[in-house]
């Protein structure tokens, strides 16, 4: 059983997750805003966090923002507003999925299973072995990567996107497979939400952001020299 955080000022919202969390054999806890939500994820131990945007008291960036200060737990974020500008702020912060309003219960407790299996499966398969390439230095066991000695700051999406790269480093990898290996899911995948992680992440990756080749026609590809 997993345990589910859900954050809308909405009382109808709330209630219709948590009738198909539970129907699902989750377990569910509300909280009706941002700083309700901080306090809560504080106090309790959740697998995953599904929180609106516009909230009263904190909105949902917000509070995802010092979230993330304490914790990693996964987190898809809810909202009216489907433009572009906002799903990228949304991943900056760290975000793991975005779902605009009105949405199929269904289709987000889809997301929820491919999510939670991303996480309690891939992450734990990863070794203690490190790949370095020049300055670039990533730590599976850590789970840390490091530019010239200097953490960077990924996103768990961030992260597991430039692992799946590197260990397939020097081949093309089709759009499709990128989605479906990252996101644990190929039926909800969207072009753009690959493509503005791959923009984040080349931006993480500064000095080498041109390991990240884009393959015409096909998806992208990791190169390394050996």
């Known amino acids: 059983m997993s345990r589910l955080l859900v954050v809308d000022d909405e009382e109808k919202i709330r209630t219709i997750i948590n009738k198909y969390a539970v129907f699902e054999g989750h377990e569910v806890v509300e909280a009706k805003n941002g700083m309700d939500a901080i306090e809560k994820a504080k106090e309790g131990k959740f697998d995953i966090i599904i929180m609106d ?24 974020m809810l909202s009216a507003r489907g433009e572009e500008y906002d799903k990228i702020h ?42 370095i ?25 961030e992260y597991d996107l430039l692992i799946y790269l590197v260990q397939n480093k020097n081949l093309a990898l089709t759009r499709e497979n990128l989605i479906s290996k990252v996101w644990g899911y190929d039926f909800f995948g969207d ?12 931006k993480s990756l500064q000095d080498y952001s041109n390991c990240i080749i884009t393959v015409r026609g096909v998806g992208y590809r990791f190169e390394a020299e050996e």
């Open 133 to 157: 390439y020049k300055g670039l230095v990533i730590d599976f066991g850590a789970h840390t990567v490091s530019i010239d000695g200097n953490k960077i700051d990924l996103s768990p999406k």
């Open 53 to 76: 945007v516009m909230m009263p008291e904190l909105d949902g960036f917000s509070a995802c923002k010092e979230i993330r200060k304490f914790t990693n737990i996964p987190v898809i």
């Open 90 to 131: 949304g991943f900056e912060i760290g975000v793991d999925d975005y779902i605009v309003k009105p949405f199929s219960p269904k289709e987000l407790m889809m997301r929820i299973t491919a999510i939670l299996k991303r996480y309690s499966g891939g992450n734990q398969a990863r070794n203690k072995e490190q790949f």
């Open 191 to 202: 072009d753009r939400t690959l493509d503005t992680h791959i923009k984040l992440l080349r």
